[in-house]
């Protein structure tokens, strides 16, 4: 059973930066795409980035370009995402999430929330 589990949460005010983990395990973390995901209360679950099995490519979602940025360290098995400039808005659970591909994740973490007050 393939585990990710999140770390870093918290609370932050508006223009800090936070940085969250997650550490695989039972899993050939290294053929996997990692991509990071929020959901806010009462809002739809939203993409955020992913980063290739190499580390060598990211993508990210247009509200968080410029200030997150996901990086992974194979050796360790764990994917890192480093969030700047924090807006309320940024306010979510925030999930991590394992896939063959960056179209289709099948693993995910159990969240950790991520709080932002102006």
């Known amino acids: 059973q393939v585990q990710l589990v999140e770390s870093g949460g918290g609370s932050a005010q508006a223009g800090d930066s936070l940085r969250l983990s997650c550490a695989a395990s039972?899993?050939?973390?290294?053929?996997?795409?990692m991509a990071w995901f929020r959901q806010a209360p009462g809002k739809d679950r939203e993409f955020v980035g992913y980063?290739?099995?190499?580390?060598?490519?990211?993508y990210y979602a247009d509200s968080v370009k410029g200030r997150f940025t996901i990086s992974r360290d194979n050796v360790k098995n764990t994917a890192s995402l480093q969030m700047s400039s924090l807006k309320p808005e940024d306010t979510a659970i925030y999930y991590c999430?394992?896939?063959?591909?960056?179209?289709?994740?099948?693993?995910w973490g159990q969240g950790t929330q991520v709080t932002v007050s102006s």
């Open positions: 980063i290739s099995p190499s580390g060598a490519s990211t």
């Open positions: 999430a394992a896939g063959l591909s960056s179209r289709a994740y099948s693993y």
């Open positions: 039972r899993v050939a973390f290294v053929t996997y795409v």
